[in-house]
């Protein structure tokens, strides 16, 4: 596995939203994510209100890309992603994603969470790192 710069880290867990990607085959789906977080230096977690789509290419390729960037810069995480509904580390997300979500007024729940595993990292800052594997 691979890890994230702190850098990486921070921003998976300050930007708004990311760019959640996956495929089957020659037909890639991209998703914005806003309920994510960098679980440990070598873990996101994304978790799932309404990925239905991803979730399908997920159980065919669990291979993912996640975009992240602001008006600096920002990054691209590759991975494999497990995907849980039950469990200890379900509840906990679950459980602040609703939190989360209620205190704005959602009615949304957390359906699964995908925890990417962390293989690959990636620049999208522009200049001279731009597409240059950091991790």
């Not at 939203?17 to 230096?41: E, H, I, R």
């Not at 494999?80 to 509904?85: A, G, K, L, S």
Request: aromatic share 8%; net charge negative; hydrophobic share 35%.
């Amino acid at each position: 596995m691979a890890k994230m710069p702190k850098e990486c880290q921070e921003l998976v867990n300050n930007a708004y939203a990311a760019a959640f990607a996956t495929c089957t085959g020659d037909v890639p789906n991209v998703v914005p994510v806003s309920m994510k977080q960098a679980w440990d230096d070598e873990t996101v977690m994304v978790s799932d209100q309404y990925l239905c789509k991803s979730l399908a290419n997920l159980r065919v390729n669990p291979h993912v890309a996640l975009s992240v960037w602001d008006e600096e810069g920002g990054f691209q995480v590759k991975g494999t992603v497990t995907y849980e509904d039950e469990g200890p580390r379900y509840e906990q997300v679950a459980a602040q994603v609703q939190a989360i979500l209620s205190s704005m007024g959602y009615d949304y729940t957390s359906k699964g969470v995908c925890f990417i595993h962390v293989e690959e990292v990636y620049s999208v800052t522009p200049g001279e790192t731009a597409g240059k594997r950091l991790s």
